[in-house]
């Protein structure tokens, strides 16, 4: 889906702006990198919970649609079977 790259954008959206902040607030680099590691972590897990809700609320919207294609398969097959039993019996 096209969703695949929402998690890594929203990770690496968070960790420039982070970064930015960080380097403008004169943070040590061996806490910058930690508190760095941690907003990505967070954010890689927010995105892909965010992508998550997406596919769901998609799969719930979507029964409608595939309930009726599925009973007209079944119609079909059904007046196919039908069809084919009476030409059998008649034969």
């Known amino acids: 889906m096209k969703r695949k790259l929402i998690p890594p954008f929203l990770m690496l959206s968070a960790g420039a702006v982070c ?4 380097y403008l607030n004169d943070y040590q680099t061996n806490r910058m990198l930690m508190i760095l590691l941690g907003v990505m972590i967070v954010f890689y897990i927010a995105g892909s919970l965010f992508t998550m809700m997406l596919n769901i609320f998609d799969r719930q919207n979507q029964p409608e649609e595939i309930e009726a294609e ?3 398969e079944i119609t ?3 007046s196919s079977e039908m069809q084919e039993g009476q030409v059998e019996s008649e034969g």
């Open 70 to 72: 599925v009973e007209e």
């Open 76 to 78: 079909d097959e059904i």
């Open 19 to 22: 970064s930015i902040i960080m």
